[in-house]
């Protein structure tokens, strides 16, 4: 028997389903709204992130922006680098990183960040990485448990589009 275009999108729709439920089962709203407060309270806040996490970072400054919360959003590495410099201290960070390889990448971005006391939000399924330890004000989201196909690219997403719906809904008054 031939696989056919709907068996393909049950699939996707059934793994997206059980993404969805994985997420909500581990939804800590306390940490929700300390991200939230954090994004809220800062006069600085810069999203991070590689390759696809970019377009996510273009998608929540343009959400977020909707609301009057302006964010910077870097997309190249000597724009990740100026934009790090140019943070003053007790800015908030996003860094979207699913496997925590920004860390590695970027890690002259993430000196200059250790060295200006920010607030770092991390979105991540690796939160063992020992350079996002090494922050001493920080909220580390675990968005997935997996990084087969598809899965961790999806968990971002949804993690993001919760905590803008959060924001929107207690953060703007």
Do not use: P, W
């Amino acid at each position: 028997m031939a696989i056919t275009d709907r068996d393909v999108v049950d699939s996707v729709a059934y793994e997206d389903s059980i993404l969805l439920l994985q997420l909500y089962d581990h939804l800590d709203f306390e940490q929700l709204d300390h991200v939230c407060k954090y994004i809220h309270d800062s006069l600085e806040v810069l999203v991070l992130g590689l390759e696809f996490s970019t377009l996510l970072a273009q998608h929540i400054q343009n959400r977020f922006a909707l609301m009057n919360k302006y964010i910077t959003v870097a997309i190249s590495n000597d724009e990740q680098l100026e934009a790090a410099h140019n943070l003053k201290e007790n800015s908030v960070v996003i860094i979207l990183s699913v496997e925590g390889g920004y860390f590695y990448r970027h890690s002259e971005v993430i000196q200059i960040l250790l060295e200006k006391n920010i607030k770092l939000i991390v979105l991540t399924m690796n939160n063992h990485n020992k350079m996002i330890n090494e922050f001493i004000d920080k909220e580390v989201i675990l968005c997935s448990q997996d990084n087969t196909n598809t899965e961790s690219r999806m968990s971002l997403l949804y993690s993001l589009e919760i905590i803008i719906m959060y924001y929107c809904i207690y953060f703007t008054y």
